[in-house]
């Protein structure tokens, strides 16, 4: 499974900017998908999570109200809406899918693959 995670790019603070992450290498099958980041000198951190079916959407407090996360009707396509960035959301985002672990959706441990990250760069 090879995950292509793009989007990222320089915005002044109070910007926006869309992550798209695309999924491949294994048919069939539809799967729960996340988002962290990390900064430099600190650890990779949850960002949001989108259930199989889209249905259910989990958010770090820090980005609650700001950012969406989104998928594709079909396949293991998600999508990461930031609005009013902050200088303080400067990091490398990865997204990652569970496709054989359900466990907590917050975990790093609890993903079984990983995006190579986009570079996200708020500045004030």
């Known amino acids: 499974v090879q995950l292509q995670a793009s989007g990222g790019g320089l915005v002044q603070a109070g910007g926006s900017l869309r992550l798209s992450c695309a999924a491949s290498?294994?048919?069939?099958?539809?799967?729960?998908m996340g988002w962290f980041r990390q900064a430099p000198g600190k650890e990779r951190q949850f960002v949001a999570h989108?259930?199989?079916?889209?249905?259910?959407?989990y958010y770090a407090d820090s980005v609650k109200g700001r950012f969406t996360i989104s998928r594709e009707n079909a396949g293991n396509t998600i999508y990461l809406q930031m609005n009013s960035l902050k200088p303080e959301d400067t990091a490398v985002y990865y997204c990652?899918?569970?496709?054989?672990?359900?466990?907590?959706?917050?975990?790093?441990?609890?993903?079984?693959?990983w995006g190579q990250g986009t570079l996200v760069t708020v500045s004030s």
């Open positions: 989108i259930s199989w079916n889209g249905l259910n959407t």
């Open positions: 290498g294994r048919p069939g099958g539809t799967w729960a």
């Open positions: 990652a899918a569970q496709v054989y672990n359900s466990a907590n959706y917050a975990w790093t441990n609890s993903y079984d693959y």
